[in-house]
């Protein structure tokens, strides 16, 4: 077991410098830099003169070659600091911590309504496989998943939130928030986040009600599954108890691969709600090309996915040990 986890860690920190390299790189060589692009948003009379531009362009490090500037961004990397930001001039650390509860307060409030309903739902379709009303929801679930979730939120900002008045447009706290009581302060995030949370969970609720139908569907094909019911056991429980059980693998490197999603967020709705989460700080970040930060939120997600990789294969060695002798 230790071999294996050193074998998938070095494999794991070798993309992880790959994934920088080439990030680094791309967003270096887009058109534009932040002097740039905060020279285009100042007043036509208070443009720069060339010489403060040159001047600032050495100081912050633009006027060396990208991967000259990649060497330096990875020494300060060694010695964990991740720069400051050139648009906020704050570290790039304190910035991505502000951000990080509104981020994890949606997806983990959709990650657990996403298990707590996926799970019972796939069991229930496998249950009434060709059944009308498993015919139904299968056929809901796959327009779930292939309607967009930007468009969802378009269409929910304008019906709870315009035509309706029953939630608010977009935000994550009221005017007044401070002085309201604490009870308040919670029913107005439940309010400000309720539709946010529902387009971070739909899309992905019909997904892992699919996968868990798909896979127990495998499972109830074989030999010891009809061996159980010809034991007399109850449907119930041979779906629960031995079918379930059964399909824990595929589900186990789902796990592992949605610790990324924790913190990631969604650009595009956080942007749609002005969710002040990481999501829309990475959105504003490339469309400024404040690099410290652009690098800082890819170092995070980079390491959380490959955090996730590589927990999925640990726990999938320890559920299935026969992983572990194919790797050698």
């Not at 600091?81 to 409030?109: A, H, N, Q």
């Not at 449907?235 to 589900?251: D, G, S």
Request: hydrophobic letters at 45%.
């Amino acid at each position: 077991m230790l071999n294996f986890f050193i074998r998938r860690l070095a494999i794991a920190l070798l993309t992880l410098l790959l994934i920088t390299f080439v990030i680094y790189g791309l967003v270096r060589n887009t058109p534009g830099n932040p002097l740039t692009q905060e020279m285009s948003r100042m007043d036509p009379g208070k443009i720069m003169k060339p010489e403060d531009f040159e001047r600032l362009n050495k100081i912050y490090g633009l006027d060396k070659p990208w991967y000259v500037a990649y060497g330096t961004w990875l020494k300060n990397l060694t010695q964990f600091d991740l720069g400051r930001s050139f648009t906020r001039k704050r570290p790039v650390i304190d910035l991505i911590s502000e951000r990080m509860y509104p981020t994890l307060l949606l997806s983990i409030s959709s990650l657990a309504i996403t298990y707590l309903l996926a799970i019972p739902i796939g069991l229930y379709s496998s249950a009434r496989s060709g059944k009308p009303d498993e015919r139904s929801l299968s056929t809901v679930l796959y327009m779930l998943y292939s309607f967009p979730s930007f468009v969802a939120a378009l269409f929910l900002q304008l019906y709870f939130c315009v035509k309706l008045n029953w939630l608010p447009l977009f935000g994550m706290y009221s005017d007044g928030y401070q002085q309201m009581s604490t009870w308040e302060q919670a029913v107005d995030l439940f309010k400000h986040a309720l539709l946010p949370t529902a387009c971070y969970t739909y899309t992905s609720l019909a997904y892992y009600s699919r996968f868990i139908r798909a896979n127990m569907h495998e499972v109830l094909r074989q030999d010891y599954i009809r061996t159980a019911r010809a034991k007399g056991l109850g449907p119930v429980r041979v779906i629960v108890k031995h079918a379930f059980r059964n399909t824990l693998i595929p589900l186990v490197t789902l796990v592992g691969l949605t610790l990324p999603v924790l913190l990631s967020g969604s650009i595009i709705i956080e942007q749609i709600f002005t969710w002040p989460g990481m999501g829309r700080l990475y959105f504003e970040s490339i469309r400024e090309r404040d690099y410290p930060t652009i690098m800082g939120l890819t170092l995070m997600f980079s390491v959380l996915t490959l955090a996730g990789q590589l927990l999925a294969d640990f726990m999938y060695a320890i559920v299935d040990p026969r992983v572990r002798l194919d790797d050698r």
